[in-house]
């Protein structure tokens, strides 16, 4: 991306943040704060190409706003940059909380997500009343001429702030899902780094079916969302002395606090710092989803004062019990675990056989005839875009179910790696099907311990049978020295022609569909086996997805 489109992005983020129509001056302004030295007369040349490109309009004398153009354009024109934005975001309001907990006066940081009745306050009530929330305080409004109320409340980025104000620096590094056992917090089963991904954490883990909080709350056992911060080791007194003033005043949620350079709850801490696990602000919206009420729920999207807010409760106890610092197994990311079947994919190319990596889904054995007939339409309306090789598994402990086998993109590097040439797997996405296609999420691969296209459709990101807007499908990003190009096409044109799922192969500082490679490498965009499994569960057929499962032989498979 040139200089110019950073700045045009930066442009677009600064009025969309706008409640109002923007002058140059403040677009200036703003623009000098995230550090591009740009005047006036630079910044009316760029909005007008805004303007042509039909991304911003003039408001008359008042300045230009975003048009919904020009939001679409934010939010999936240059999905490579939004990697890196999420936690630059995350760090713009830990910089501009200034809340003081000794005159409780300043701004905080706040999640707003829509309810719909009274019976989902009464839930984030009693969820808040147990201690399973940052804090009691919140805001209650109503939308006029609508069924629905905005509430906000306080989200734990709060704390990472405060700690910041009083000179201690709070870097924050994964949200995920913390399991309780007996009301103890035991360890973290599933994480994505806030440095490696489009989709905030949080988000990506708020689905249906992934949290139990109101288990937690009746009987002590279940998952609820955290997050997980550093901070330097020769602070760790001083915040817990910060945190337990905080506590006070009614803003908390510190599940647990490690020693120095000591692993907590299965993660790793290196020498010299100290590891804080802070309950998920959005933990009481998850309650009100799991009693199966509608919610919107939106994660730390702004900053509010303090004074905006007031407690939802007067009851608030700690039904958490203290964090045992006890040694927990290491939790590994996604890309870690794969690497050793990644290493044992053996297809020969030339002869169209061995071993490669699988996902396995799993349907009802009354639903499989229907299924596969989605997934034939899947792939005969898109062959492009869809991988036409499938196997029939049976279930390990279920005689009414079977499994679907389908090939995963991991798979292609294995077979490059196999013939001496390196492929690093980078991204699992959504791509949307635009000309040119283009990555509008991204999820790395080594920053999550989860499969980001089980995220995506865990989500129901995707629109693989078009029933919903454009064609959004599953797809990977992938990079390879440039060194050992010739080669690497060589072979992925092969692959191409059998019909493995690869839709580019772009070349070296080439932004490939939305995606970067590093200098002196290149990247390749591949699909994902299950596209045609997204097929059928947006089909409504119930389906359990699994990605990267087990090793089969290629030539046992199927066709379409």
Same mark, same amino acid.
Request: charged letters at 25%.
């Given at each position: 991306?040139?200089?110019?489109?950073?700045?045009?992005?930066?442009?677009?983020?600064?009025?969309?943040?706008?409640?109002?129509?923007?002058?140059?001056?403040?677009?200036?302004?703003?623009?000098?704060?995230?550090? +591009?030295?740009?005047?006036?007369?630079?910044?009316?040349?760029?909005?007008? #190409?805004?303007?042509?490109?039909?991304?911003?309009?003039?408001?008359?004398?008042?300045?230009?706003?975003?048009?919904?153009?020009?939001?679409?354009?934010?939010?999936?024109?240059?999905?490579?940059?939004?990697?890196?934005?999420?936690?630059?975001?995350?760090?713009?309001?830990?910089?501009?909380?200034?809340?003081?907990?000794?005159?409780?006066?300043?701004?905080?940081?706040?999640?707003?997500?829509?309810?719909?009745?009274?019976?989902?306050?009464?839930?984030?009530?009693?969820?808040?009343?147990?201690?399973?929330?940052?804090?009691?305080?919140?805001?209650?409004?109503?939308?006029?001429?609508?069924?629905?109320?905005?509430?906000?409340?306080?989200?734990?980025?709060?704390?990472?702030?405060?700690?910041?104000?009083?000179?201690?620096?709070?870097?924050?590094?994964?949200?995920?899902?913390?399991?309780?056992?007996?009301?103890? *917090?035991?360890?973290?089963?599933?994480?994505?780094?806030?440095?490696?991904?489009?989709?905030?954490?949080?988000?990506?883990?708020?689905?249906?079916?992934?949290?139990?909080?109101?288990?937690?709350?009746?009987?002590?056992?279940?998952?609820?969302?955290?997050?997980?911060?550093?901070?330097?080791?020769?602070?760790?007194?001083?915040?817990?002395?910060?945190?337990?003033?905080?506590?006070?005043?009614?803003?908390?949620?510190?599940?647990?606090?490690?020693?120095?350079?000591?692993?907590?709850?299965?993660?790793?801490?290196?020498?010299?710092?100290?590891?804080?696990?802070?309950?998920?602000?959005?933990?009481?919206?998850?309650?009100?989803?799991?009693?199966?009420?509608?919610?919107?729920?939106?994660?730390?999207?702004?900053?509010?004062?303090?004074?905006?807010?007031?407690?939802?409760?007067?009851?608030?106890?700690?039904?958490?019990?203290?964090?045992?610092?006890?040694? $927990? *197994?290491?939790?590994?990311?996604?890309?870690?675990?794969?690497?050793?079947?990644? $290493?044992?994919?053996?297809?020969?190319?030339?002869?169209?056989?061995?071993?490669? #990596?699988?996902?396995?889904?799993?349907?009802?054995?009354?639903?499989?005839? #229907?299924?596969?007939?989605?997934?034939?339409?899947?792939?005969?309306?898109?062959?492009?875009?869809?991988?036409?090789?499938? $196997?029939? #598994?049976?279930? *390990?402990?279920?005689?009414?179910?079977?499994?679907?086998?389908?090939?995963?993109?991991?798979?292609?590097?294995?077979?490059?790696?196999?013939?001496?040439?390196?492929?690093?797997?980078?991204?699992?996405?959504?791509?949307?099907?635009?000309?040119?296609?283009? +990555?509008?999420?991204?999820?790395?691969?080594?920053?999550?311990?989860?499969?980001?296209?089980?995220?995506?459709?865990?989500?129901?990101?995707?629109?693989?049978?078009?029933?919903?807007?454009?064609?959004?499908?599953?797809?990977?990003?992938?990079?390879?020295?440039?060194?050992?190009?010739?080669?690497?096409?060589?072979?992925?044109?092969?692959?191409?022609?059998?019909?493995?799922?690869?839709?580019?192969?772009?070349?070296?500082?080439?932004?490939?569909?939305?995606?970067?490679?590093?200098?002196?490498? +290149?990247?390749?965009?591949?699909?994902?086996?299950?596209?045609?499994?997204?097929?059928?569960?947006?089909?409504?057929?119930?389906?359990?997805?699994?990605?990267?499962?087990?090793?089969?032989?290629?030539?046992?498979?199927?066709?379409?």
């Amino acid at each position: 991306m040139s200089e110019s489109e950073h700045r045009m992005i930066e442009i677009l983020r600064i009025l969309n943040e706008q409640d109002k129509p923007t002058g140059s001056k403040l677009i200036a302004d703003e623009l000098r704060n995230k550090g +591009f030295n740009l005047g006036e007369r630079a910044v009316r040349y760029h909005m007008q #190409i805004l303007d042509e490109k039909g991304f911003t309009e003039r408001m008359g004398y008042s300045g230009r706003r975003i048009t919904n153009l020009g939001r679409e354009k934010l939010e999936k024109g240059l999905i490579y940059d939004q990697v890196d934005f999420i936690y630059s975001r995350f760090e713009e309001m830990i910089y501009l909380t200034d809340f003081n907990y000794m005159t409780q006066e300043g701004k905080v940081v706040v999640n707003t997500s829509t309810i719909y009745n009274e019976d989902s306050i009464n839930i984030i009530k009693k969820i808040i009343e147990n201690g399973l929330s940052v804090s009691p305080y919140v805001n209650l409004s109503a939308v006029s001429n609508e069924d629905k109320i905005n509430i906000t409340t306080l989200c734990g980025t709060t704390i990472d702030g405060v700690l910041l104000n009083e000179g201690i620096p709070s870097q924050p590094q994964y949200g995920g899902l913390l399991k309780i056992e007996d009301y103890k *917090p035991v360890k973290f089963t599933e994480l994505i780094s806030y440095k490696k991904t489009s989709v905030t954490p949080l988000d990506a883990f708020s689905t249906p079916g992934l949290t139990s909080v109101l288990d937690v709350v009746e009987n002590g056992n279940g998952i609820i969302p955290a997050n997980f911060r550093l901070i330097p080791g020769i602070g760790r007194s001083k915040a817990i002395d910060i945190i337990n003033k905080l506590n006070k005043i009614g803003i908390g949620g510190v599940i647990g606090i490690s020693d120095e350079g000591k692993d907590i709850l299965g993660i790793p801490v290196p020498d010299g710092m100290v590891g804080i696990a802070i309950v998920g602000g959005i933990t009481p919206f998850c309650a009100v989803q799991e009693e199966n009420q509608n919610i919107d729920i939106k994660i730390a999207e702004e900053i509010k004062d303090f004074e905006t807010l007031s407690p939802l409760t007067s009851t608030f106890k700690h039904s958490l019990k203290e964090v045992e610092h006890e040694i $927990q *197994p290491k939790i590994p990311f996604l890309l870690s675990k794969t690497w050793n079947l990644i $290493q044992q994919v053996n297809y020969d190319v030339e002869k169209r056989k061995g071993d490669i #990596i699988s996902n396995v889904s799993y349907i009802n054995k009354d639903d499989f005839d #229907i299924s596969l007939e989605i997934m034939e339409e899947a792939y005969n309306s898109n062959p492009k875009y869809i991988n036409p090789y499938y $196997q029939l #598994i049976d279930h *390990p402990d279920d005689d009414e179910k079977i499994g679907i086998a389908t090939i995963c993109s991991l798979s292609i590097d294995g077979i490059l790696i196999d013939n001496g040439i390196m492929s690093n797997p980078r991204y699992g996405g959504l791509l949307e099907l635009t000309e040119p296609p283009l +990555f509008i999420d991204l999820i790395s691969y080594n920053g999550s311990t989860e499969d980001p296209h089980q995220i995506f459709l865990a989500k129901n990101m995707t629109s693989i049978t078009g029933a919903i807007g454009p064609n959004k499908i599953l797809a990977s990003f992938k990079e390879i020295p440039h060194i050992s190009r010739d080669y690497a096409v060589y072979l992925l044109e092969i692959l191409r022609n059998i019909g493995f799922s690869i839709y580019k192969i772009g070349k070296p500082r080439e932004v490939t569909y939305n995606a970067k490679a590093d200098n002196y490498n +290149f990247g390749v965009v591949t699909g994902s086996g299950l596209n045609s499994i997204g097929a059928v569960k947006e089909k409504g057929i119930d389906i359990e997805v699994k990605a990267i499962e087990k090793l089969i032989p290629f030539e046992k498979m199927d066709r379409l």
